[in-house]
């Protein structure tokens, strides 16, 4: 598996963090995406390292069409390719507003990363891996896959926070878009729909204290605790190992049962 390389957008912690790691942990060149952060960045490298990968950190704003580039470049020059797109980079709104106050700022705020950012990265990515398909036999192809991180909120309606939740339903039906395209060339496209998971966006004292309610109190979840990004890490890298090797377009939950109806 030493052969193969993934990009990781939003990597420097949390999910993208995990998900770096468990890369390296079946022998992946990682390279690691980040926005801010340089130095959490260097962190993950490091324990891609340790795991058994190789890493490269790449500063790029996802949201920003002109950086993606960026990403791709790094892939090719420093490890000859890409097999595995890990969509993860995302953002939450600023404010939770009421869906009847929220504003066009914060609407193309969360779309231009979180939708927007993850189609046109997908783009870029899946034409260079269509042109690595094209140039290999296929007796000898490596398996290459795109796996974009959702959420349930892609299913479930957070009317304090609209704009997240349209994003994340729009990845969706990116996943079955792309997994349709794609198919002619051995390129498997997936959705990991993660459920309430310890990150910072959920570490907010109110966030945290109503979703523990929900999930110790109310009843929400048939697996009652919360995720960890080594939850959303497994299902990535049992993807990545080759598992599902005639599935595509597939969600895979990682919430907990959540999207069972039970009376």
Request: aromatic content about 6%; proline content about 4%; charged content about 15%.
């Amino acid at each position: 598996m030493n052969q193969c390389t993934a990009i990781v957008t939003g990597a420097s912690r949390g999910i993208g963090r995990a998900i770096a790691v468990a890369l390296g942990g079946l022998g992946y060149n990682v390279v690691i995406n980040y926005h801010v952060n340089e130095e959490a960045a260097r962190q993950t490298a490091q324990q891609v390292q340790q795991a058994g990968g190789q890493a490269e950190i790449v500063p790029a704003d996802i949201g920003n069409l002109a950086d993606h580039h960026r990403l791709l470049d790094a892939a090719v020059q420093k490890f000859r390719g890409v097999h595995l797109l890990v969509n993860n980079a995302g953002v939450a709104p600023k404010i939770r507003a009421d869906l009847l106050e929220v504003n066009p700022e914060s609407f193309d705020d969360v779309l231009d990363t979180n939708l927007k950012g993850t189609f046109f990265c997908t783009q870029l990515v899946a034409k260079h891996m269509i042109a690595q398909a094209q140039a290999e036999s296929p007796d000898t192809r490596p398996p290459r896959s795109i796996i974009t991180i959702s959420s349930i909120s892609a299913q479930a309606a957070s009317v304090n926070r609209g704009e997240y939740c349209i994003a994340k339903a729009g990845l969706a039906m990116l996943t079955k878009l792309f997994a349709v395209r794609l198919a002619e060339y051995g390129i498997n496209v997936f959705e990991i729909r993660p459920g309430i998971i310890t990150t910072d966006m959920t570490s907010d004292a109110q966030v945290k204290a109503k979703y523990d309610r929900l999930i110790f109190e109310g009843n929400l979840l048939p697996v009652p605790r919360w995720g960890t990004p080594a939850d959303v890490a497994r299902a990535v890298a049992a993807i990545a190992g080759g598992m599902f090797p005639y599935s595509t377009g597939q969600v895979f939950e990682v919430a907990g049962g959540f999207h069972i109806s039970s009376l």
